[in-house]
Each structure stands twice: as C-alpha cells, then as structure tokens.
C-alpha cells in the first residue's frame, strides 16, 4: 500500500462511520448500543448481524464474518480491499481516485496492460478510417450502432502494411512480450500482427483491464476460423474471467441475477437491448474461478445457452457445478433460433424478455431433461426416469421440493407414494454433506490459558494502556503466532501513537501469517467488556499457566542431573516460583 499512507487510510476509516456505510447496502436496526442486520454474507433469515458504532467494527454471529468497514465494503462488492478503501472514501465525500488506485495495485502488469491499452486505441482508430469502412458497414448491418460500438470498444485490425506490430516497435516494446502477449505471431521468420484483417473485440478481467482480443473475419473468408481468440497469458487466463463481468457485476448485484450466456455477442446483443446483468462464458465449459465470481455476487443465476445438443449439456453440467456451490440456479432454453443474438434478431427483444420472466428453475429443467429420448409409457423407460429423478432428488436438501417432487410423481405416473418414499430414503442412507452456518460448527476447544493469551491480545488491539500491562507484567507469549501478534501490535501503537480495533484490522489486512487468527481473536471477543480490571485477570492467570510449565520443565532437568550443588539450585529456583503461583 505504498502508494496510499496508513495514516490516510486510518483517516479515511475514522471518518466513515460504519453504520453509516453499512447501512447503505442493508437495512439496520438499533438494538442497545449496537446495530443489527440481516448478513449479506450468508442466506440469513433473520437478523445475525451485529454492527458496534462504538468499535467500528461488525460480526455475523451465524457464518462467523467479521471486520472493519473496508472489509464490508471489499467483501460485499467483491473487490480488492484498496478498491474497498477509495469506495468508502467515495461515500464519505473524500478525493481519492480509483483509477490511480487500480493502475497502481496492477504494479506488476503496468506494462502488460500499458500496451494492452495502446493495442486497443489503435484497433478502435482503425474502425474509424477509411480502410475500416466494410468492417463498420458489416457491424451495423448486425444491428449494433455507434454507441454500442464504442461502449463494447469493438476496432479494427488491418493489414500488414498499416499494423500495430509497426506501431508498438516504433515505442520500443519488446517484440518478444508482444508476442508472449498474444498480439503477434511469428512463423518462418516472418512477423504478422495474430489478428489481422479481423474485427476485434476487447477482452477484460474482472478488474476491467485489457487482458485480450477476440477476432472475428467479416469479408467471408474461406479456410480460416470465423473467431480467433487470445492464447493463455501472463495477464489472459480464459478460465478465470467472464465476458462484461466489470461492467455487470453492480447491475446485478441491485437487480438480484444475473444472466449467462455462452458468447460475448450474445452479451453484446442483449446489453444493447437494455438487458445489462448479462455476463459470457466464450463457451461452453465453466471453471471454479467462474463459479466463485458468480457465486460472490450473490444473486441467482440465469442460464441461457445456445439451442443445440452442446449448449444443452453445458446447461446440465454447469447448473449442477452451480447448485452444488449453493447459487440459486435457473435456466432458459430458447427455441427456434441458435443463440440469443439470433433470437432476438428474428423474434424481438420482448419475446427474450418474456422468456426471461419465467426462468425453468434448475432442478425443474433436470427433470424435463431426464425424459429426453425416454418413452414413458415404456415400462423400462419409465423405470429409468423415476430412479433419475429420485436420485437427483436425493441429493437436495430442500425437504419441501422433496415432498412436492414425489407428489407429482405419484400421481402423474400412478405409482405408489410409500415406495417411492421408501427408494429415496435408500438413497439417501450415505448422508447428505449439507453446507451450516459456522455458528453450528464446533469449534476446537481451547484451554483456559490460550483463551487468556488471546483475550490479552484482544485488550491490546483497544488501547496503548493494556499494551503497557502487557509490556510490563508479560512482554512475551511461548507461541510463535501469539509472539508476532503483540509484536505487531506493539509495532503499529508505537509507530502511529495509538491504536483502534478497526485500525489495526486494516494494518494486517496484508499480512497473512497472521490475518486469521487476529480476525478469529476479534471475532471471538467483540462482545468482551475491556476494563483494567479483566486484563489483570488474565495476565495473573496466564502468568500462572506459564509458572507452571517453568515448574514442569525444572522437575524434568532435575532429575536427569546428577551434580548436587545444581541440583539444589534447581530446588530453590522451583520453590521460587511456587510461591509466585501458590
């Protein structure tokens, strides 16, 4: 964080009230001296968040979420926790600019994105000139206008004789990251631009750099891929972004879904339609990366692939790996044309939108798609498709689409509730693995004497005077984790004349040797009263575990000595230290 000071972020925390902020993203209630909510971070049915104006910090007392207002805001937008600083700074009326913060929390790609970035302006300029004037007729002759164009940032790669590789040579980058970078290709000792004479559409990462180029040919060439895409790279890595995911990812968050689909021009089509929480696969396959970005949005998820074979078992495929991650998953499956682009084209954005209204839920496409290529007045057919369904069923949670699942069943197929009962019951004699709040999770017991270090640690995060009792009655802890905490503690009071929990949760926010456990101290603590008092307590009762141990381990070298004389000053050095716990 070199590039903003720890005073300025502490003057940026200090200024933000935390139940201001958080209460700009879910309601709060007053309740004592604290606030409570409905957590954002986990399905909460009733409120388990409690928000402290007097620490300024929030913990959920279900799944166990816990820090100070930059972590909320990092946590509930899904970015990084600079980003989360300059947002609450936003909020609070304070100048900080994002745009400086990103390029330079990017440090280490500066260059990469830099020539990304050129790459982009010379394709767009292209676009423009005289020489892209079929490329521009054959875009709107697509249905897309000027202002999709340029919101899209869709350009131009020309020929060899007016390339960025000339453009890019000419600034001195080297042609070896060009081509690493995926803008150049290199065979028999010639070097051509890899996108040449194709459209080009930019590629982003979730942070909304340039990452890549997809290249699509408009002048109908035989022989040659219709799309080619931007090869893996340092900064490209397909399988962990999603298509317009920087430009969606707020409008679904306030419209509660978003929508999926296979291509970035069916994103495209259906962005220029007004329908914006719309993000792309650019295929068919969907990796953990992409379930986790969708999963942190935390809305339901619309599948609408392609109205083929391939986009219907990509339907099945992904809506399990999504269902099985806890999103609330549905599905619609077009008909008549290929893909959305094409649907709406030939029936109108409003037969989309109605298809839209009224989402397959997911569990009810498995159950249209377990009949395909099924006669369910055939006896064997008919057995197959009931042990699918009952063993799909098995596999959910939801004791209500159970019961409703097995109903219909019944009746639909004249069958005998009782033994359909009783097969998924069969089914289900390995238990369900079903994901629990935290709050129902044992935790590891501690001892009396780590519950005391740790709540010294939690009196130290509050304030310099129980660092002092610390300093002067302990000054060390025999753990090497609890030893760094209180170093770093000591470290950040003395360094910044003070100290607060939400600051110091903000100091080792980078720290992650330690990270957890002061986030799991914090957690376990927020409702304990500091006094003076309490940190004597604990400090006695600590003193007098690790008194006992020095006894322990004195008795031990006792008796493997064989000298007399120090085996009397082993005595007396015990006898001492009984009567500091005695």
Same mark, same amino acid.
């Given at each position: 964080?070199?590039?903003?000071?720890?005073?300025?972020?502490? $003057?940026?925390?200090?200024?933000?009230?935390?139940? $201001?902020?958080?209460?700009?993203?879910?309601?709060?209630?007053?309740?004592?001296?604290?606030?409570?909510?409905?957590?954002?971070?986990?399905?909460?049915?009733?409120?388990? !968040?409690?928000?402290?104006?007097?620490?300024?910090?929030?913990?959920?007392?279900?799944?166990?979420?816990?820090?100070? &207002?930059?972590?909320?805001?990092? =946590?509930?937008?899904?970015?990084?926790?600079?980003?989360?600083?300059?947002?609450?700074?936003? %909020?609070?009326?304070?100048?900080?600019?994002?745009?400086?913060?990103?390029?330079?929390?990017?440090?280490?790609?500066?260059?990469?994105?830099?020539?990304?970035?050129?790459?982009?302006?010379?394709?767009?300029?292209?676009?423009?000139?005289?020489?892209?004037?079929?490329?521009?007729?054959?875009?709107?002759?697509?249905?897309?206008?000027?202002?999709?164009?340029?919101?899209?940032?869709?350009?131009?790669?020309?020929?060899?004789?007016?390339?960025?590789?000339?453009?890019?040579?000419?600034?001195?980058?080297?042609?070896?990251?060009?081509?690493?970078?995926?803008?150049?290709?290199?065979?028999?000792?010639?070097?051509?631009?890899?996108?040449?004479?194709?459209?080009?559409?930019?590629?982003?990462?979730?942070?909304?750099?340039?990452?890549?180029?997809?290249?699509?040919?408009?002048?109908?060439?035989?022989? &040659?891929?219709?799309?080619?895409?931007?090869?893996?790279?340092?900064?490209?890595?397909?399988?962990?972004?999603?298509?317009?995911?920087?430009?969606?990812?707020?409008?679904?968050?306030?419209?509660?879904?978003?929508?999926?689909?296979?291509?970035? !021009?069916?994103?495209?089509?259906?962005?220029?339609?007004?329908?914006?929480?719309?993000?792309?696969?650019?295929?068919?396959?969907?990796?953990?990366?992409?379930?986790?970005?969708?999963?942190?949005?935390?809305?339901?998820?619309?599948?609408?692939?392609?109205?083929? $074979?391939?986009?219907?078992?990509?339907?099945?495929?992904?809506?399990?790996?999504?269902?099985?991650?806890?999103?609330?998953?549905?599905?619609?499956?077009?008909?008549?044309?290929?893909?959305?682009?094409?649907?709406?084209?030939?029936?109108?954005?409003?037969?989309?939108?109605?298809? !839209?209204?009224?989402?397959?839920?997911?569990? =009810?496409?498995?159950?249209? #798609?377990?009949?395909?290529?099924?006669?369910?007045?055939?006896?064997?057919?008919?057995?197959?498709?009931?042990?699918?369904?009952?063993?799909?069923?098995?596999?959910?949670?939801?004791?209500?689409?159970?019961? &409703?699942?097995?109903?219909?069943?019944?009746?639909?197929?004249?069958?005998?509730?009782?033994?359909?009962?009783?097969?998924?019951?069969?089914?289900?004699?390995?238990?369900? %693995?079903?994901?629990?709040?935290?709050?129902?999770?044992?935790?590891?017991?501690?001892?009396?004497?780590?519950?005391?270090?740790?709540?010294?640690?939690?009196?130290?995060?509050?304030?310099?005077?129980?660092?002092?009792?610390?300093?002067?009655?302990?000054?060390?802890?025999?753990?090497?984790?609890?030893?760094?905490?209180?170093?770093?503690? &000591? #470290?950040?009071?003395?360094?910044?004349?003070?100290?607060?929990?939400?600051?110091?949760?903000? #100091?080792?926010?980078?720290?992650?040797?330690?990270?957890?456990?002061?986030?799991?101290?914090?957690?376990?603590?927020?409702?304990?009263?500091?006094?003076?008092?309490?940190?004597?307590?604990?400090?006695?009762?600590?003193?007098?575990?690790?008194?006992?141990?020095?006894?322990?381990?004195?008795?031990?070298?006792?008796?493997?000595?064989?000298?007399?004389?120090?085996?009397?000053?082993?005595?007396?050095?015990?006898?001492?230290?009984?009567?500091?716990?005695?």
């Amino acid at each position: 964080m070199a590039f903003i000071s720890n005073e300025e972020i502490n $003057n940026i925390r200090a200024t933000a009230d935390i139940v $201001n902020i958080v209460s700009s993203y879910i309601p709060l209630t007053q309740k004592g001296k604290n606030y409570v909510g409905v957590c954002p971070f986990h399905e909460d049915h009733s409120p388990s !968040m409690s928000v402290s104006s007097e620490k300024q910090i929030y913990k959920c007392f279900a799944c166990g979420a816990t820090g100070n &207002v930059f972590t909320f805001v990092s =946590e509930y937008e899904n970015v990084s926790f600079i980003e989360a600083v300059s947002m609450v700074a936003s %909020k609070c009326g304070m100048e900080l600019s994002l745009d400086t913060i990103k390029s330079n929390s990017s440090n280490v790609f500066k260059e990469e994105y830099e020539i990304m970035e050129l790459a982009q302006k010379f394709f767009v300029n292209n676009l423009k000139t005289k020489a892209g004037e079929d490329a521009l007729k054959y875009l709107k002759d697509r249905g897309l206008d000027e202002e999709t164009i340029k919101e899209f940032g869709i350009g131009l790669s020309l020929d060899s004789t007016d390339s960025l590789l000339n453009l890019l040579t000419k600034k001195n980058y080297d042609l070896r990251d060009l081509t690493e970078l995926g803008l150049v290709n290199e065979v028999s000792n010639k070097t051509y631009d890899m996108f040449m004479r194709r459209i080009t559409f930019p590629l982003w990462d979730k942070d909304g750099h340039i990452v890549g180029f997809s290249g699509r040919i408009y002048r109908g060439e035989k022989d &040659v891929s219709k799309y080619m895409n931007t090869k893996e790279t340092k900064i490209f890595k397909k399988g962990e972004t999603l298509y317009n995911y920087h430009n969606a990812k707020d409008v679904c968050k306030r419209q509660k879904e978003v929508l999926v689909v296979e291509g970035f !021009m069916d994103a495209i089509r259906l962005s220029d339609c007004g329908i914006k929480n719309v993000m792309a696969l650019c295929g068919t396959a969907m990796t953990h990366d992409q379930v986790t970005l969708l999963k942190k949005l935390r809305c339901k998820v619309i599948l609408c692939f392609d109205n083929d $074979n391939a986009g219907e078992l990509a339907t099945v495929s992904n809506g399990e790996e999504l269902v099985k991650n806890g999103v609330d998953t549905f599905v619609i499956r077009l008909s008549g044309e290929k893909d959305p682009d094409e649907y709406i084209l030939a029936n109108g954005v409003d037969a989309f939108i109605n298809n !839209m209204k009224k989402p397959l839920s997911f569990f =009810e496409f498995k159950l249209n #798609y377990l009949k395909k290529d099924k006669d369910l007045n055939n006896v064997e057919d008919l057995t197959l498709y009931v042990n699918s369904v009952l063993k799909n069923l098995s596999e959910s949670d939801d004791p209500i689409l159970r019961e &409703v699942t097995i109903s219909k069943l019944a009746e639909d197929y004249k069958l005998p509730i009782d033994v359909l009962k009783d097969k998924l019951n069969n089914l289900n004699s390995v238990p369900i %693995k079903v994901e629990e709040p935290k709050v129902e999770v044992k935790a590891e017991k501690k001892d009396g004497y780590v519950i005391g270090v740790e709540k010294i640690l939690y009196f130290m995060m509050n304030d310099y005077e129980y660092i002092k009792q610390y300093q002067n009655r302990l000054g060390y802890f025999e753990s090497p984790l609890y030893r760094e905490i209180a170093n770093e503690i &000591v #470290y950040y009071s003395e360094s910044n004349g003070a100290i607060t929990i939400a600051d110091f949760i903000t #100091y080792v926010n980078e720290k992650d040797s330690i990270k957890q456990k002061v986030m799991e101290i914090v957690n376990d603590s927020i409702n304990e009263v500091v006094t003076m008092e309490a940190m004597d307590d604990y400090i006695s009762a600590v003193l007098k575990v690790t008194t006992k141990n020095q006894i322990k381990n004195l008795k031990q070298l006792m008796k493997k000595e064989l000298d007399v004389d120090k085996k009397m000053k082993i005595a007396m050095q015990i006898a001492e230290l009984k009567k500091e716990v005695f």
